[in-house]
Each structure stands twice: as C-alpha cells, then as structure tokens.
C-alpha cells in the first residue's frame, strides 16, 4: 500500500509548502499530494482554499492576487506560497506527484507545466470536479485521473469505467471492503484520503487498498513524530 503524503506531511508543517512536501520525501511517502489554484497572473500555485485567510497572515482570493503579492504571504513558520514549477522541482527523482485540481482554470495550466517538466508514468492527477478532469484528459490522456468523492451514493466504479479513469478515490468514512474487492474486480486501484488514524490504515491495508491519503506518513511505522499541527 502506497503512502501518499496529504498537502505534504500536514500534520508536522504547515500544509502545501515546500517544508511540508520536503518532510513527506523525507518519511518516505511514495507521492505527496497538492491542491492547485491559480493566481492572477495565471501561474498555478499550490493552495487548498480559494483565499489565503485560513493558511496565511493575508486575506482575499487567491485568483485576484498576483503570483508577487502571494510570494509576500507568510504560509507558516515563514514559508512562502509555492508554485507547482517549484514543487515538480523539489520532488523531481525524489516521489510522485498527486495534482488536485480546484480552479476553473487550471487544467490547462497545469497540463501545459506537467508536460514540459514531468512525466506522465510519475503522476497521479485527481479533482472533485468531474469536469476538471475531462478536461485534464482531453490536454493529457496518458495521466491517470481519479475523482475525489465523499458521497456514499456515487457510483464511483461506473463513473470511473465510463471517465476512463485509473482510480477510484472515496474519503476514509465511505470506503468499504466490498467496494475495494469491486474496484479491484473492474481493474481500478483505489486511494482512500483523510486516513489519520493508525486503526484505519492497517484496516484499508488489510482490504488491500492500494493507496492512502494521510496528514502523518508515519501511520503505520513503530515510532511517531510530535505533531504539531495536527489533523487538517
């Protein structure tokens, strides 16, 4: 089962900053998870929220700031906001890449940066937004896609058979033995996000889930690190 490092390792440095994905390479996470928004001056970022209020000392959209003035914001214990350039070069030979995408914008954007800078067998790209990853695909058809989902009633191995995509991706609380066994049945793998709890990840290990979204890499290791800022 593949550890995938939630916003970085959120749960010991601040969310999406390069000291948080430096810490999931670190603890050996196999892929470190992003959210992409996209600044005034059209450069994809990594940020969770359409503001900065919840993540820095700024307030106001992230798509009404220029990529300077983002540059100028505390993320946490002085980190800046990164750009995905940046993050792809951090991580470049090092771990895959988990691309959330969350601006309307942003497939293109982040098609355009994926395929100059990275490779297609590294990524994984994934969107709550169905049609985020249409359009992902229609750019870049060789990604894998999964569709984030929270939602017991979604038929999420229909919809992904019928999307083409490589992933199903429910949240911890709606993912079951018998839908994993289905998953497997269709040829999908399946990634299970907002695991934080030890109990949890050995359960979803035993179902042979094949990846799993967590703030703590070390979840599953003998030893835990103090953690700081806790469970996003």
């Known amino acids: 089962m593949e550890i995938v490092g939630h916003r970085g390792a959120c749960g010991y440095?601040?969310?999406?900053?390069?000291?948080?994905f430096s810490r999931a390479i670190d603890m050996g996470c196999q892929?470190?998870?992003m959210?992409?928004?996209?600044?005034?001056?059209?450069?994809?970022?990594?940020m969770h929220d359409e503001r900065v209020d919840r993540t820095t000392g700024g307030k106001g959209l992230v798509g009404e700031?220029?990529?300077?003035?983002?540059?100028?914001?505390?993320?946490?214990?002085?980190?800046?906001?990164?750009?995905?350039e940046e993050v792809i070069e951090l991580c470049r030979g090092k771990i895959a890449l988990q691309i959330e995408l969350k601006a309307k914008n942003s497939p293109a954007l982040v098609a355009a940066l994926v395929e100059r800078r990275t490779g297609s067998d590294s990524l994984v790209v994934t969107s709550f937004d169905l049609a985020l990853l249409r359009?992902?695909?229609?750019?870049?058809?060789?990604v894998p896609l999964g569709l984030l989902n929270r939602d017991a009633n979604l038929d999420m191995i229909a919809t992904a058979v019928e999307n083409r995509h490589r992933w199903i991706c429910p949240r911890f609380d709606i993912a079951t033995q018998p839908l994993v066994a289905a998953a497997h049945g269709s040829g999908l793998l399946v990634y299970v996000y907002h695991v934080i709890e030890r109990r949890l990840a050995s359960q979803f290990m035993d179902w042979g889930v094949d990846a799993i979204g967590t703030d703590f890499p070390d979840l599953l290791s003998?030893?835990?690190?103090?953690?700081?800022?806790?469970p996003r």
């Not at 959210?35 to 990594?46: E, L």
């Not at 003998?222 to 806790?230: F, K, L, N, Q």
């Open 31 to 33: 892929r470190v998870e």
């Open 35 to 46: 959210d992409i928004q996209v600044s005034k001056d059209r450069v994809p970022v990594i």
């Open 13 to 20: 440095a601040p969310e999406n900053t390069l000291k948080s």
């Open 65 to 84: 700031l220029t990529l300077a003035e983002l540059k100028s914001l505390d993320a946490g214990d002085g980190e800046r906001i990164p750009t995905l």
């Open 222 to 230: 003998g030893a835990s690190s103090a953690r700081p800022h806790g």
């Open 135 to 142: 359009q992902f695909a229609a750019l870049l058809p060789p």
